[in-house]
């Protein structure tokens, strides 16, 4: 009998009863989600605004899943799930959209194009070094996969202290299909040579979870400190958190 073979059950089970691997998503899972990508919309904007000379700052948030008003990004949103690379096109295909021509849009693009400071900006949820070192005492392996680029990411890891807790990562531009499609978490499995069914993955969204279910993981845990509500998370969820920190005190 493995994992899925059964309902997961909070009050029976001990959550990581049975796993050997925590996969984790990045955003919103380990490090506080707006508190990065709210200034660097609201930055980009700006600087398109200012070479374009057309206000789009509407159409951007609207089409990207920004509310400038609450300062926080819309579940399920482009802004919340799409890698960096589609992004920048939907950001592009916005400029079009708010009557930009596409060469200038384009240009525009290319000229205001940044990625936010992977250290400056990054506020984690927990204390990381903590959990992943309690992860690390349990003899649980530690993964990121991430709709993120490498680059990024693995400096938002060493900044924060955790770069060597972590086994492996799988991200946006390493040539694997993005979630919500299993590809990340199967390819982090087989390079550590553990079974789907032993795996946990542990997320702030649909994708994140939907992810996890198709690759038949062993445990999906969904945790609120990202965009999405609970009722957005139980429909994927063998047990949806607070935030990380409760794997290891729950």
Do not use: Q
């Not at 799988?170 to 040579?193: E, F, N, S, T, Y």
């Not at 969204?205 to 957005?232: C, H, Q, Y």
């Amino acid at each position: 009998m493995t994992t899925r073979d059964r309902a997961f059950d909070p009050a029976r089970d001990g959550l990581l009863d049975g796993i050997d691997l925590v996969i984790f998503d990045k955003d919103g899972t380990l490090i506080d989600f707006d508190a990065m990508w709210s200034p660097w919309i609201v930055e980009l904007t700006r600087r398109l605004e200012t070479l374009t000379g057309v206000a789009i700052a509407a159409r951007l948030y609207a089409e990207l899943g920004f509310d400038p008003v609450a300062g926080r990004t819309i579940a399920g949103a482009p802004l919340a799930v799409l890698p960096m690379a589609d992004l920048r096109r939907a950001t592009a295909h916005a400029l079009v959209r708010a009557g930009v021509g596409e060469r200038a849009a384009a240009e525009a693009v290319e000229g205001a194009w940044f990625v936010p400071d992977p250290v400056v900006s990054a506020l984690p949820i927990t204390h990381l070094p903590s959990l992943f070192g309690e992860l690390r005492r349990r003899m649980l392996r530690v993964a990121v996969a991430t709709s993120d680029d490498r680059r990024p990411t693995e400096l938002t890891m060493a900044g924060l202290g955790v770069d060597a807790l972590i086994d492996i990562y799988a991200c946006a531009d390493d040539g694997l299909a993005v979630k919500p499609a299993p590809d990340m978490v199967l390819d982090v499995c087989r390079r550590l040579a553990v079974e789907p069914t032993r795996a946990a993955v542990v997320g702030v969204s649909r994708a994140d979870l939907a992810m996890g279910r198709a690759a038949g993981a062993g445990r999906v845990v969904g945790v609120l400190s990202g965009v999405s509500a609970r009722a957005d998370l139980e429909p994927l969820a063998d047990v949806i958190l607070a935030t990380v920190a409760e794997l290891v005190t729950a």
